[in-house]
């Protein structure tokens, strides 16, 4: 499988709700990272996953937490959404020997809260 | 805090004319790279330069690294409206996986 998959494509929450959104990587990229991109701006880094662990994070509340999982897929989850969570949430992979020099980022997913 | 700063912002040019984007930090970085974004999608790598003073060429992009690896710049020849988009400049650290991304400048080429 190539490419990076997200799901679901669009999504609106309500202020105060909990959302879940995922991430399928290609095989052998076992380190997953997560962004979100609030409209006219470039992505933000939220934290990177690496063999199932955090192993970095960007300057985000713990509401935002994740979770990978050994077949390459993740999750992103947001608790207590409030109005300004409303992004693009980008999902990106790649391998330990490509580092940063080899990101895959799939379509993302758009989160509108309201 | 964007550390990376793109410039301009917005531009609009007519199909045929050259165009320079500009990516400046007062941080060093150990590679920088430049994506290209459309609508509804995930950014795109475009290239990766990793030494003082590299020029990449990728068709009518050149890509060029500052000596000094804090700044960068991307220029298009004879821009066509498949060039519209919006380009990104992303900066990584050495022992340091996340990617910095920069504010982003959005290329109209109209026909």
């Known amino acids: 499988e190539t490419g990076v998959t997200q799901s679901p494509t669009h999504l609106i929450k309500t202020r105060g709700q909990q959302v879940t959104l995922r991430c399928s990587s290609q095989s052998g990229h076992n380190t997953v990272s997560w962004y979100q991109q609030a409209l006219g701006q470039g992505p933000q880094f939220i934290f990177q996953?690496?063999?199932?662990?955090?192993?970095g994070r960007g300057n985000f509340p713990p509401r935002f937490s994740g979770l990978q999982f050994p077949n390459y897929s993740s999750e992103l989850n947001v608790n207590a959404l409030e109005l300004d969570d409303s992004a693009l949430y980008l999902c990106?992979?790649?391998?330990?020997?490509?580092?940063?020099?080899?990101?895959?980022f799939g379509s993302g997913t758009r989160l509108t809260v309201v | 805090t964007q550390l990376l700063e793109q410039s301009p912002q917005f531009l609009s040019i007519q199909e045929g004319e050259n165009l320079t984007v500009y990516c400046n930090s007062s941080s060093v970085f150990s590679s920088l790279q430049w994506y290209r974004q459309e609508p509804g999608e995930g950014p795109v790598l475009l290239v990766t330069v990793v030494t003082g003073g590299e020029v990449k060429k990728l068709k009518r992009l050149t890509f060029q690294f500052g000596d000094a690896r804090k700044d960068s710049s991307l220029h298009i020849t004879a821009a066509q409206p498949g060039d519209t988009g919006l380009y990104l400049c992303a900066g990584a650290k050495t022992g340091f996986q996340k990617l910095v991304f920069g504010t982003g400048t959005r290329l109209l080429v109209s026909p």
């Open positions: 996953y690496y063999r199932e662990e955090e192993n």
């Open positions: 990106a992979s790649t391998t330990p020997e490509s580092g940063s020099y080899g990101y895959t």
